[in-house]
Nanobody, 114 residues
Framework: QVQLVESGGGLVQPGGSLRLSCAAS????????MTWYRQAPGKERELVAT????????VYGDSRKGRFTISRDNAKNTVYLQMNNLKPEDTAVYYC???????WGKGTLVTVSS
């Protein structure tokens, strides 16, 4: 059974940092591209960053480049999203997904507020 469990969210002040984790199980993690998405209140889900099976990262959105970093540890079946210099507009529920598989975790809530 495919499972994706996101963690690491929380309340952080503007300018702060968080590291999100997504623990995957039930499939061969190492051969899948993994992607982080987010959904802000009242908005559609959007693409945040993706990483190939071989570890090549892409961060989407000019406002996120230079602040967000995606990485993975295939030995731990885990993908990470390091977020620095967080802004209020980064407030959202963050989800991870394996490309080509229609499974979603419950997400982890990130709230950026003073």
């Amino acid at each position: 059974q495919v499972q994706l469990v996101e963690s690491g969210g929380g309340l952080v002040q503007p300018g702060g940092s968080l590291r999100l984790s997504c623990a995957a199980s039930g499939f061969t993690f190492s051969i899948y591209r993994m992607t982080w998405y987010r959904q802000a209140p009242g908005k559609e889900r959007e693409l945040v960053a993706t990483i190939s099976s071989g570890g090549v990262p892409i961060v989407y959105g000019d406002s996120r480049k230079g602040r967000f970093t995606i990485s993975r540890d295939n030995a731990k079946n885990t993908v990470y999203l390091q977020m620095n210099n967080l802004k209020p507009e980064d407030t959202a529920v963050y989800y991870c997904k394996a490309d080509g598989m229609d499974y979603w975790g419950k997400g982890t809530l990130v709230t950026v507020s003073s």
